[in-house]
């Protein structure tokens, strides 16, 4: 069984945030959602998502 009472180790002094790629990923969601919310504020991502599928796939019948 692992030992997890040891201390925890210091986080590196040169640690920068901005630089990670997780931090800017959530950035440009966050951009984009804004941008988005912005030009169709009745439309969620998920309702636009599903009318491009639509769109796609042509006639198809609601069963």
Same mark, same amino acid.
């Given at each position: 069984?692992?030992? %997890?009472?040891? =201390?925890?180790?210091?986080?590196? =002094?040169? %640690?920068? !945030?901005?630089?990670?790629?997780?931090? +800017?990923? +959530?950035? @440009?969601?966050?951009?984009?959602?804004?941008? %988005?919310? $912005? $030009?169709?504020?009745?439309?969620?991502?998920?309702?636009? @998502?599903?009318?491009?599928?639509? !769109?796609?796939?042509? !006639?198809? @019948?609601? $069963?």
């Amino acid at each position: 069984m692992k030992d %997890f009472t040891h =201390e925890p180790s210091k986080i590196d =002094e040169t %640690f920068e !945030l901005e630089q990670y790629i997780g931090y +800017r990923l +959530r950035l @440009a969601r966050q951009k984009y959602c804004d941008i %988005f919310s $912005r $030009r169709l504020p009745d439309v969620t991502v998920p309702q636009f @998502a599903l009318l491009v599928k639509l !769109l796609g796939s042509g !006639l198809i @019948a609601n $069963r």
